[in-house]
């Protein structure tokens, strides 16, 4: 006895897609392999290209401040809109690519003889590459 033929299935979308699927299943039932990995047991029983899960690398992990170190900011009603925030910024660098929360990376900024303040964008040089970086700031603050 098939393991499969105790299975309950459900298709969902239209009813020519899911009439479709159900005699591709009943079809290939038996052409399930218990040694193959799912999605291709399933690609091959119902002859359709599933989704695949997306890559890895293309996954956002979460990043942390080059700066503060920490992945989000304090949750503060001085902070505004950006309490509890990840990080904004991105040095553009390619072989840098750091991560910064616009305000840290601001503060820093003006912490730098060099930098340069045209109305309310911060211009100066990425803390780990030396890259140019512009960063907006907060002109209430001042």
């Keep these: 006895m098939n393991i499969l033929s105790q299975v309950r299935i459900r298709f969902v979308g239209s009813s020519q897609l899911v009439d479709l699927m159900r005699k591709n299943w009943q079809r290939n039932i038996n052409q399930w392999n218990k040694d193959s990995p799912f999605l291709e047991n399933l ?59 616009s305000i840290c990376l601001g503060d820093w900024l003006r912490s730098i003889t060099t930098t340069r303040q045209s109305f309310n964008v911060l211009f100066g040089n990425c803390p780990y590459c030396s890259e140019p970086v512009a960063v907006k700031i907060n002109t209430a603050k001042q």
Excluded: M, W
């Design 43 to 101: 690609t091959c029983l119902l002859e359709i290209q599933l989704p695949r899960p997306p890559d890895v690398q293309k996954i956002e992990p979460q990043v942390e401040c080059g700066i503060c170190y920490a992945q989000s900011l304090p949750v503060d009603e001085e902070l505004g809109d950006k309490s509890g925030s990840g990080t904004d910024y991105l040095c553009e660098n390619a072989n840098c690519h750091r991560g910064f929360h």
